[in-house]
């Protein structure tokens, strides 16, 4: 809706997925391990309280932080796979992201998956800021955990968490000690003529026994993989990634605490990671490298910048009676996009000069670019209030609000072959301008009934309010000439109930029905367009089993699900300007398994697996989606087998060696249709990783290796069309060749 151009190449759907990730570390998603290999508790903070992840009645993981500096994880696409459920789109460079989860395709610009920063949300809620293809994508540095929870949580969290919810968990500051860490690292990426190389420093400051700070920076550069053929330029697509936090604590006194979080990340990538194939037949695509491996071939260069400004404070206190938080945050994000639009435009300039009796028509097809600049500012307000206690009746009340500003402008430029304007498309060969306005209030609660010690019930209820106004601002040689205004207001009720048993001391056993939606919003302005779009909700049903057990040496959580997704929010063309309408429903349902098993001394093992069927089952006439067949990024089947060794070597040093092997099914790139389908089938793949690390009193010493067979995995991506949208190539996403690392940190 927000791309009256929809012009999207690039962030098409891949995914990556797999099941648990338990990997490589004795620290695991929900456990670690203990003495003598004794699984422990891993407390999150999903349900917005401190708990076991083994007494939570959602399917949830975590990501420790000793993992993601494992894996090496520079962004989502780095380990997610190694967690149920949740896959990865990739337009070609961290922060050019989709998130899916339960097969809850990001069908419609719209998030369908919420985003928090601790305790409060970082994303936009509306339909014009594009948050489906930009999601939140931190560089994992000074956080403890991520979070992700599957299934709507739409009582705790509110609009865009329908598929689930993926939390960043920062650490914190400490009174307790001084500390001080630092870290550089060297990288070889297969295919790139530099090295890699990253340095990062943090530090805790106590000052006095109630203040503390922690303060962190960091810079990533990876070197670029990618040949352009078309310019001659070698390893085009060069990342920079850098940034900082500092966070204050105050413990104000025994009942009372103040934090305060300042974040800044910044993300520059020279040119997208993508690959240009051929179309060597159709139904399904299949594609065979046109410029050589690792090679594309575009004469316009395709940069991708995003900054991430965020500040939050967030105030505890213990009444007695009851626990009162406060969270507030102002957040402001930048996003800069350009993609090379010559195949789709250029090849249009003879045509549109005769059409338009340009003077030296027809022109010889030409060059042009799309330019997408996307602005957002957030303001955000939570009060909670729980009871405290053991008493049969426990409750919780809050109340949330959001401000939301959104400017995106879309600009499509006309070119000769040689980079000149071509005057009859001055000043723009298209122009749209789409500043929107998101308020939301909410109120929420829920409250658990304690029927016996080992059997509770929870119930929750959240009512949500919203207003938009919006404003379409368009011109060009393409495109009618508008300055018209729009708006909406809507009210949605969602609730969540989840029976929970503790058969014994370390097996719960829960059922959970709950609801989520993504709000709708006023429409582009079209005649025959519907005015404003609805939100589109939907119901997931799921019954769950968590259970330690063999001793406390093994670990297996599974749970079942079944999704019913109503009027979902897709597009459609009116005039040849994209706009949203409620069209068609889904379903969507699976299983996720994942394990851990301690079997012997120090060498931890775990088998995990995702199987979800999620497909539309009903769309309008005159929208041709294809019925029972898999929604777009939404692989059938995906896995990991993980292994981590912890031994004593050089003279009693503490040292470990693991791995993981992910595979991931095939995906389409976009809803298949059944007429003109231009959906690709982006293949299987698998890969493996590996890992090493030894410690030296304060030096830690890690050996890593990303994709250790150099897999092509297409992680997104999709068919490239001609004017008259007929496919001419393939150009997809690649997942980072093999990379050979070597990183030592000091900590004092």
Known sequence: MSDFLNLSRGMTIGVSTSALALLMSATNVGAAEGAAGVIDEIVVTAQKRSESVQDVPVSVSAFAEEQLTRVHATQLQDYAAYMPGINIANGGSPGQTSITLRGIAPVGPGSVVGTYIDETPLGASNNYARATTFALDLMPYDIERVEVLRGPQGTLYGAGSMGGLLKYVLKEPSTDALEFRAGVEGSDVSGADDLGWAARAGVNVPLGDSVALRASYFQQNTPGYIDNVYTGEEDANELEQSGGRVSLLWRINDAASLKVNALWQQLDSDNNGTMALSLVDTDPFRGTASFGDLGTSIPNEEPFSKDVDYYSATLNWNLGWADFVSATSYSKTHTSQTQDASITYGSLFPILSLLFELPGAPFDEGLSKFNISLDHEKWTQEFRLASTGEGAIQWRIGAFYTDEESENTQVVDATDINGVPIEGFLPYFAFAQLPSQYKELAVFGDVTFKINDSFDVITGLRYAQNDQKFRQISSGAIIVTANDPGESDEDVVTYAI???????????????????????????IVPGMPPAVEADELTNYELGWKSIFMDGRALLNAAVFYIDWKDIQQARTFGGVTGLDNAGDAESQGIEVESLFSVAEGLQLGFNFSYTDATLKSTPPDLPNALDVQLPGVPEWSGAITANYAFTAFGGREANVGGGWRYVDERYSQVVTTVGNLAYALPAYDVLDLNADVQFDSVTVRL????????????????????????????????????????VDFQF
């Open 704 to 743: 890593f290796v990303k994709n250790l067979t150099d897999e092509r995995a297409f992680t997104g991506g999709g068919v490239t069309t001609d004017g008259l949208n007929q496919p001419v190539r393939l150009d997809v996403a690649v997942l980072q060749p093999r990379t050979v690392g070597l990183s």
């Open 498 to 524: 989840s029976p929970r048993w503790h058969v014994t001391d370390d097996t719960m056993l829960y059922a959970r029905v709950a609801t989520g939606y993504r709000p709708g919003g006023p429409n582009t």
